[in-house]
């Protein structure tokens, strides 16, 4: 018994010095093995996998969040009637109550918390609608209306950020790509509807048709 523990634990001081003594081999040289395994892996067979080249026609940022850099796409650009101020030349309490500004977007119903928690100006600076302003006044870029989000969905930004929150504009292979909250999400009315699965749809629905037959 006793020589079976000593075999068990030098099996594990040999591992041990495999994966974290240095080694050298052909003349190079690296701290452990997993650093030679993460070296040689980056050029695999003189090939590296990446979606550079499917990005090359998107619109796209860069940005960092705390450890994490990686591109969102430009957001600006896809609003219709931005810049906002071309139609929001003044304060907006003075443009609703006049007769000679038309209706545009003004009947939007927003759907995102209680009204006695959030309205249009929790979100939209009424003097600058060019920009976004955060809950305690500062005014945030509309491309970067995450930095919205993330005062409330905490947890949702700290996974967005890490890459397990969202979807990819192309793919996992670098550089990283990501969706914005407001590509997925209608920041008005950002729930999602609830939906039978499709294969509910389409196979269950014949399953129980072709049994009242």
């Given at each position: 018994?006793?020589?079976?523990?000593?075999?068990?634990?030098?099996?594990?001081?040999?591992?041990?010095?495999?994966?974290?003594?240095?080694?050298?081999?052909?003349?190079?040289?690296?701290?452990?093995?997993?650093?030679?395994i993460?070296?040689?892996?980056?050029?695999?067979?003189?090939?590296?996998?990446?979606?550079?080249?499917?990005?090359?026609?998107?619109?796209?940022i860069?940005?960092?969040?705390?450890?994490?850099?990686?591109?969102?796409?430009?957001?600006?650009?896809?609003?219709?009637?931005?810049?906002?101020?071309e139609?929001?030349?003044?304060?907006?309490?003075?443009?609703?109550?006049?007769?000679?500004?038309?209706?545009?977007?003004?009947?939007?119903?927003?759907?995102?918390?209680?009204?006695?928690?959030?309205?249009?100006?929790?979100?939209?600076?009424?003097?600058?609608?060019?920009?976004?302003?955060?809950?305690?006044?500062?005014?945030?870029?509309?491309?970067?209306?995450?930095?919205?989000?993330?005062?409330?969905?905490?947890?949702?930004?700290?996974?967005?950020?890490?890459?397990?929150?969202?979807?990819k504009?192309?793919?996992?292979?670098?550089?990283?790509?990501?969706?914005?909250?407001?590509?997925?999400?209608?920041?008005?009315?950002?729930?999602?509807?609830?939906?039978?699965?499709?294969?509910?749809?389409?196979?269950?629905?014949?399953?129980?048709?072709?049994?009242?037959?």
């Amino acid at each position: 018994m006793m020589n079976y523990r000593i075999t068990y634990i030098s099996g594990y001081l040999l591992l041990f010095m495999l994966l974290f003594v240095s080694c050298k081999h052909n003349g190079e040289e690296y701290h452990s093995l997993t650093d030679k395994i993460k070296h040689k892996s980056q050029n695999y067979h003189k090939t590296q996998i990446s979606s550079e080249k499917y990005l090359e026609d998107k619109e796209l940022i860069k940005i960092t969040e705390g450890e994490h850099t990686f591109l969102i796409p430009e957001r600006k650009g896809k609003i219709k009637s931005y810049a906002c101020i071309e139609c929001h030349s003044k304060p907006l309490d003075q443009m609703q109550n006049s007769a000679e500004y038309k209706k545009a977007h003004w009947d939007i119903k927003l759907v995102h918390a209680t009204k006695d928690m959030m309205d249009c100006m929790t979100c939209h600076n009424g003097n600058n609608m060019n920009k976004l302003t955060s809950l305690t006044g500062k005014e945030i870029d509309f491309n970067r209306s995450y930095k919205l989000c993330s005062q409330c969905h905490t947890s949702q930004f700290d996974d967005w950020k890490g890459g397990a929150h969202g979807k990819k504009i192309v793919g996992w292979a670098p550089p990283r790509a990501s969706m914005t909250c407001v590509n997925c999400h209608n920041p008005h009315n950002p729930s999602f509807k609830k939906r039978w699965p499709a294969r509910f749809n389409t196979q269950v629905v014949k399953e129980r048709k072709d049994e009242l037959e």
